[in-house]
């Protein structure tokens, strides 16, 4: 990277994802810490907003010898629409100034169809269907197929939203087979509806495929999130629930987060890096995010013998599995603590290394 002076970061102005925090609360709150950590390696940096008519041909030729980091959480805005944003993100790309993100990767690894599109890797789920649109708006027995009558609770997911938006679990009544118990990841309620009103009210959500799974009850233990910069693990977190009834592991929902160890997890760490590399092959990708994070659930294995290729958790018995994968704009940090700045401007740091070595 050593063709380039130096490094824009793009944002939007009217998102509403900025920080108190920042100069005049303009930006994101991890945006100046990127900054600071490309200035480190001596390279000029600032924030920049997009602005309407912006393109990647007008941002190249008004910024020679740049390369561009987008943090924008891909969606329509008033100076930028979604598509124009990703069109930007290929132009840079094209012309080898992008950084990250990749729109490969949001379209990719950022829907919650890459949980079916890995359903067979070492960290795929048994049972993960596909539901498409056209059958979902039919409703004439899809929702047999996401839950029949008399099966184990399963899951419903739209397949983009965050903090549990368009995650539905669904449980067959245990006193009207015509009725399904719909606990909304969400809200943190459950309501029970009639079968045949479940399709329809998710449709109400979202206008889109769908897919579903199993429930994995072992969410009641917690989630792991390996947060990673291309195939280095920077650091993981356990995300327990705020009580075993919890059917999420968010900040929303009251769950309680805890570093873990790397060196002491490093068997773990190694096989989740192992993993990265693999799913290159399997997608056929040419790399993998510049800041993503993989979050995994405990699964039981059947009998206790962990298959080859298998990751386990530590515990006997148990290994990981796929729940989400987040690439789009993941923050630095999600915590709130006096020591996040630190713990940012260090993630910072590590990720202006990876990307200016690329």
């Not at 600071?36 to 007008?58: C, H, M, Q, W, Y």
Request: proline share 4%.
């Amino acid at each position: 990277m050593g063709k380039f002076e130096q490094v824009l970061v793009l944002e939007v102005e009217s998102a509403k994802d900025k920080s108190k925090e920042t100069e005049g609360g303009k930006y994101r709150r991890d945006s100046p810490w990127l900054v600071e950590a490309f200035a480190k390696k001596g390279v000029r940096s600032n924030i920049v907003f997009l602005r309407n008519g912006d393109t990647a041909e007008s941002l190249v030729k008004a910024n020679p010898a740049t390369a561009f980091l987008g943090r924008v959480n891909p969606m329509d805005y008033s100076e930028i629409r979604l598509e124009e944003y990703v069109a930007m993100l290929n132009g840079l790309k094209d012309a080898g100034v992008l950084l990250g993100p990749d729109a490969e990767h949001m379209d990719r690894l950022g829907s919650k169809m890459i949980l079916y599109e890995l359903r067979d890797t070492a960290m795929g789920i048994d049972g993960v269907l596909l539901h498409d649109f056209a059958a979902l708006q039919k409703n004439e027995g899809e929702i047999d197929s996401i839950i029949p009558v008399g099966s184990p609770p399963r899951v419903l997911k739209m397949l983009r939203g965050s903090t549990g938006l368009g995650v539905w679990k669904l449980e067959n009544s245990a006193s009207d087979e015509g009725n399904v118990l719909l606990t909304d990841a969400y809200t943190q309620t459950t309501d029970e509806i009639p079968r045949d009103d479940v399709i329809p009210r998710f449709l109400a959500l979202c206008q889109e495929d769908a897919i579903s799974m199993p429930f994995l009850p072992l969410i009641k233990d917690g989630e792991f999130r390996f947060l990673m910069s291309r195939h280095e693990v920077l650091e993981v977190v356990h995300k327990r629930p705020v009580d075993e009834s919890a059917f999420t592991a968010t900040l929303r929902s009251g769950a309680v987060y805890t570093t873990i160890d790397l060196v002491e997890h490093r068997d773990m760490v190694d096989a989740v890096v192992q993993w990265s590399y693999d799913i290159k092959s399997t997608l056929g990708l040419a790399d993998v995010p510049y800041w993503w994070s993989v979050d995994c659930i405990e699964e039981e294995v059947d009998g206790g013998e962990l298959k080859p290729g298998h990751i386990s958790s530590g515990k006997t018995g148990r290994r990981l599995v796929l729940s989400e994968i987040n690439c789009s704009c993941l923050g630095l940090v999600a915590d709130t603590s006096a020591e996040a700045k630190a713990k940012g401007m260090r993630f910072a740091d590590m990720i202006a290394d990876i990307v200016l070595k690329d």
